[in-house]
């Protein structure tokens, strides 16, 4: 059995693009639990009427925006209460499966890996470059206190985002430069790599550790896979990349359906990134505390 956990906002046509393609084109035995974090336009409705009559769908609802790492929580505890899945496949409502045989893939991958947390391949389809695994690096404590200070001041100065988005209006443009162009597709398995927070699998060896929760719940939006990186090494639970799983990413489309403008989009994740830096932080502290 694998459980596929998506967690829905405001964007309900991505999200039933998402699910149908889970019931559409992917064999085996499976639930999929649609956790409807407060969407504030009602569409928990829409998809509690779109699914009611769907065996292997449940939809729930949290009565408040939990943001993404206790959102995607709620959704995993529901799936080991009520289900006792071997995998847990954690997922962005933005995205696409069209392989038949992923469920197999990843009975095949725990077989011969043996691992707490897998990544697949995640294509984006926006900016057209392989999402895993990550080539960035994740900061130490002397970055984040460097990154906390920064977004500190980003956040005091909110003015400032605005008249830049703004400018960049007036100029014609829309979006930061981003060229992933020159990010190569990884074709061999890479064992304990920084993986793409969209899409995550959970082994029966990750669940029977932690039956709650599989993100750590401090954070409201980002960072959550620096954060489960840095938590598996340091448990010693093999994460890896592998590259016979493969997913469709639209990206972003649940922030873009809550800020029309950009400027407002950028405040919200300068505001996020602040509260996540001085999570992480106090994460590592409290972990030398406790070696001490």
């Given amino acids: ?35 409807d974090n407060a969407s504030p336009n009602k569409t928990f409705n829409d998809l509690q009427k779109e699914y009611k009559d769907t065996s292997d769908v449940v939809v729930i609802e949290s009565k408040e925006n939990l943001g993404f790492a206790k959102g995607n929580n709620l959704g995993y505890k529901y799936a080991v209460e009520y289900f006792n899945p071997e995998f847990i496949v954690v997922m962005n409502n933005d995205m696409e499966i069209k392989q038949q045989d992923f469920i197999e893939e990843i009975d095949k991958s725990f077989s011969e890996y043996n691992y707490y947390i897998m990544g697949p391949d995640i294509y984006s389809t926006k900016k057209k470059y392989h999402q895993n695994p990550q080539t960035r690096k994740v900061p130490n404590k002397e970055e984040l206190k460097k990154l906390y200070r920064k977004f500190w001041i980003k956040d005091k100065l909110r ?53 709650d929760k599989c993100f750590y719940d401090k954070t409201f939006m980002y960072m959550e896979a620096e954060i489960l990186y840095y938590q598996a090494l340091r448990n010693n639970e093999k994460m890896i990349y592998y590259p016979n799983l493969k997913i469709e990413h639209h990206e972003d489309v649940s922030t873009d359906a809550t800020f029309k403008k950009q400027y407002k989009k950028s405040i919200f994740s300068v505001k996020c990134l602040l509260q996540s830096y001085k999570a992480f932080l106090e994460l590592i502290e409290l972990n030398e505390h406790n070696e001490k």
């Fill in 1 to 35: 059995m694998v459980c596929f956990v998506i967690l829905h906002y405001m964007a309900v046509d991505e999200t039933k693009l998402c699910v149908n393609s889970i019931l559409n084109n992917v064999n085996g035995e499976k639930k999929i639990i649609v956790v």
């Fill in 159 to 211: 003015f400032v985002i605005a008249l830049k988005w703004k400018l960049n209006e007036l100029r014609g443009k829309t979006e930061e430069d981003d060229d992933r162009s020159n990010v190569e597709y990884v074709e061999e398995v890479r064992v304990n790599p920084l993986l793409h927070g969209s899409c995550y699998v959970f082994s029966k060896l990750f669940i029977e550790k932690y039956k």
